[in-house]
Structure formats: structure tokens, C-alpha cells
């Protein structure tokens, strides 16, 4: 039997850890990710089904069953129609005044720049769907980011959200701003805007300063940045990008951020995505998500004990289950309508792919097919249906196919495996020490 086969039709899983790559004092796992029952055990038995009858299997799954008695709920709010959008995402440009190691749109600068119309069409089009939405809570969700620095477009940021929040306000709906940068371009001015408008803050920052200005450059100017951020009680958080350089140090940034900036409470380690800084070596991209799960899960411990909140996005799939992997966006860029905002540039080669939609002569046209059957199948030879964990992966990102080969795919599906495996393993831990 494969040791990722249920044993069951009810999604009872017994995992066998080692032969997944683990190496815990109890080989087995008996898990059920539908309602969330587990058990770490040691019984070599070669009777699967034996073995999940045995007495210390049953005896567990009745106090797991207390703790769970509620079923999981498995997310599946991906936006199939055009009018469902309530969220705007605005890359207004491809330019950038970093260079970093690890840019996954270093190949696509140029001077283009989202026009103001193009926005203000979008704007409406998503107040619009607000509107004549069923949800209660009528809130404008409109982020600035993507494939390069949007302060370079400063005024283009401001234009635009001053017009938002008028024609929001004029339609009783709520605003939230936010917008992710890599910080070197705040000053005084733009502060104070961004706290006059209550814009909520994400910094891409890597915390250690020698990483900082090895990976993305100008440590001061970013700490200059958050400083005048906080000064102001702006919510800032941070986004870190996890290489090789400093796998090994997630617990050491978190501590340095509870000495630097103590204000921040929250922030993101995302491993970084690329198969040339592996040197396209499969093995090398294994050792590293090993390393990125030890380290990480025991900087959040760590993060949680300093009152901080440490997330990554490959954490947040073993939070919350979900039928795909990724539910789309609007994410507004010059050459169209993207899904994602890591693909925003007619150069890349996935554009074709990703792109839905466009702004032509103040009219929105999406690509309706596209959205209802998004994302695609994974690739061929990946065994999904059989999975334990395709409740929280919701099969492979659509990027992750895009950059990695098809050997390296197959560790980034190892990746979601192995460290949804160690997140139990670590919470059953918790859950026997505390009886």
C-alpha cells in the first residue's frame, strides 16, 4: 500500500512518517484531516488496518475526537463570475531602486505605468459589484504592490486612493487600504498621507542587516521607512523572503524584531520561489524546505512567546482546509487582469495562463471561461486524489508550476507533505504535554 493511501472511505489516513521523509520517535501516524483526529504511534505492524484498531490508536482517537469535535470546514470561495470581485489589486508599475538577489520580475522592467482611467475604471467596476452584493458588510479592499516598487508612482497611489475613498464614501462603503512595498521611498509626507487615510502597511524587509543588503539593499532607508510608519501608530507588518542565507536564522530575525521595531506584531516568512538558486537540483531544493519547516516552526514558537504573530503562506494551508489552491484575484497591472500578482508582465511566460480580463476604452472585459475553471489541473503525475494532504494544499500554486521542473515539482509537493507532518507531530507534543 502506499504510505499515503486511505485505508478507509472515511479519510482515515496511516501515514507512515519515516518513509515520507521524518524522522520522529513514532513512526506512524494515524490521521484523519477531515475533522482533524490524529495519533503519533509505533506499532510496526504490516496490517494497516490492524493496526488503526489497535487499543492505543482507539484510546487516542477518542481524546482527539474531544478536542475536534467540530468538522473542519474546507474552504472553497474561489470567484468564478466577474461581479463576485470585492477586492482590487493595483501594480502601477514594473520599475524598481532594488535589485534583489531573488526577484522573481527582475526581467521585466520598463517604464510603463498603469494609466489613472484604467483605475478609476476599475474602482467603480468593483464598488459596483459591492453594491449590488448580498454581504452585509460592504468594505472596498484595494492593495498597492507587485512586480515593482510602487512609490515610484507616489502620486498615482495618492490620486487614487483619495478617489476611492470619495466614491466609497458616497456609496455607504466601508474602505481598507494597504499596500506592500520595499520601504526605502517613505519620508514624512507620505507617512502622514498614508495615516490620514488609515493605510495599512506591509514591508518586505529581511530584519538582519548584513541579509538585508546582501538579498535587497539600503538596511537604513528601510528601517527610516518603518520608523516614520510607527512614529505615526500606522499598522505595519512585514514580509520576509526565506533563501539558503538565512534559512537557518528565521529565530534569530524574529528575535532582532522584537528588539528593532517592538511595535510590529505580525509578519510573514515566504521560502523563496526559484529553481536557478537551486541550481535546478532537486536535492538541494529538498534540503532547503526541510531546513524551512525545523526553522520555522520553531521561530513561530518562539514569535508566540514575544506576543508575535508569524505566518507564512505554506502555514496557512495547514490552518484551514480548501478544495483549491488558489482562489484568484483582481490584480489590475498595464498589460491586463491577473489571477496572481507574482505574474503581471506580458514577458513572462505564464501571462497567457494567468491573465482574465482587460480595460479597454473604459470598459472591463474578462475572460469568463478562464475564471470558472481556475487554477488548472496540476501537472500530470501527481496523485492528488490520494493525498493526505490535499485538503490544505488544494493542489500545487499554479507559479510553483511555472518555475520549477517537473523533479523539482515534485519536492515542492514533498514541501506541503513534510511540513504539514511536522506541524502535527509539534502539536501533538503540545496536546501530551498539557494531560
Avoid at 15 to 39: M, V
Avoid at 250 to 263: D, R
Wanted: glycine share 4%; hydrophobic share 35%.
Amino acid at each position: 500500500m502506499d504510505n499515503f493511501t486511505p485505508v478507509n472511505d472515511k479519510n482515515d489516513f496511516l501515514i507512515d512518517t519515516t518513509a515520507e521523509g521524518c524522522h520522529f520517535s513514532k513512526r506512524f501516524l494515524y490521521f484523519n484531516p477531515l475533522d482533524g483526529r490524529q495519533l503519533f504511534f509505533d506499532i510496526p505492524a504490516e496490517n494497516h488496518e490492524q493496526a488503526l484498531q489497535s487499543s492505543e490508536v482507539k484510546k487516542f482517537y477518542n481524546a482527539f475526537d474531544q478536542m475536534y469535535r467540530e468538522k473542519l470546514t474546507v474552504r472553497d470561495n474561489a470567484i468564478t463570475e466577474p461581479q463576485d470581485f470585492s477586492r482590487l489589486s493595483i501594480i502601477p508599475n514594473h520599475r524598481c531602486n532594488f535589485k534583489c538577489s531573488y526577484c522573481y520580475s527582475a526581467g521585466e522592467r520598463n517604464k510603463e505605468v498603469l494609466s489613472f482611467d484604467t483605475i478609476k475604471c476599475s474602482v467603480e467596476y468593483i464598488l459596483n459589484n459591492i453594491v449590488n452584493s448580498q454581504c452585509k458588510d460592504k468594505i472596498f479592499y484595494c492593495d498597492f504592490g507587485g512586480g515593482g516598487e510602487p512609490f515610484l508612482n507616489w502620486d498615482l497611489i495618492k490620486k487614487t486612493i483619495i478617489f476611492a475613498e470619495e466614491k466609497a464614501r458616497n456609496l455607504n462603503i466601508s474602505t481598507e487600504f494597504s499596500f506592500t512595498s520595499n520601504g526605502s521611498l517613505i519620508r514624512d509626507e507620505q507617512a502622514d498621507f498614508l495615516s490620514k487615510y488609515n493605510v495599512q502597511a506591509g514591508i518586505s524587509f529581511e530584519i538582519i542587516e548584513e541579509v538585508q543588503n546582501s538579498q535587497r539593499s539600503q538596511y537604513n532607508a528601510v528601517v527610516n521607512g518603518i520608523s516614520a510608519l510607527l512614529e505615526r501608530k500606522i499598522y505595519t507588518y512585514l514580509v520576509s523572503t526565506i533563501t539558503p542565507d538565512n534559512v537557518c536564522r528565521q529565530e534569530e530575525m524574529i528575535v532582532t524584531l522584537s528588539k528593532l521595531f517592538p511595535a510590529i506584531k505580525r509578519l510573514s516568512f515566504e521560502p523563496v520561489v526559484s529553481a536557478e538558486l537551486f541550481k535546478n537540483s532537486p536535492e538541494k531544493l529538498r534540503e532547503f524546505f526541510i531546513n524551512f519547516t525545523v526553522n520555522f516552526l520553531q521561530a513561530e514558537k518562539t514569535a508566540a512567546a514575544l506576543g508575535i504573530i508569524l505566518r507564512s503562506s505554506i502555514r496557512n494551508k495547514t490552518l484551514y482546509l480548501r478544495k483549491k489552491s488558489c482562489i484568484g484575484g483582481f490584480n489590475l497591472t498595464v498589460d491586463g487582469i491577473t489571477f496572481c500578482p507574482m505574474v503581471s508582465h506580458r514577458n513572462d511566460s505564464r501571462f497567457a495562463q494567468f491573465v482574465f480580463g482587460k480595460v479597454t476604452n473604459d470598459k472591463l472585459f474578462f475572460d469568463t471561461s478562464k475564471l470558472k475553471n481556475w487554477p488548472p489541473n496540476p501537472p500530470e503525475g501527481f496523485q492528488c486524489d490520494k493525498c493526505y494532504a490535499k485538503w490544505n494544499c488544494g493542489g500545487m500554486c499554479p507559479v510553483a508550476w511555472g518555475v520549477y521542473p517537473a523533479d523539482m515539482q515534485k519536492e515542492y509537493c514533498f514541501f506541503m507533505r513534510y511540513f504539514l507532518l511536522y506541524s502535527l507531530w509539534l502539536q501533538e507534543e503540545s496536546y501530551n504535554e498539557k494531560i
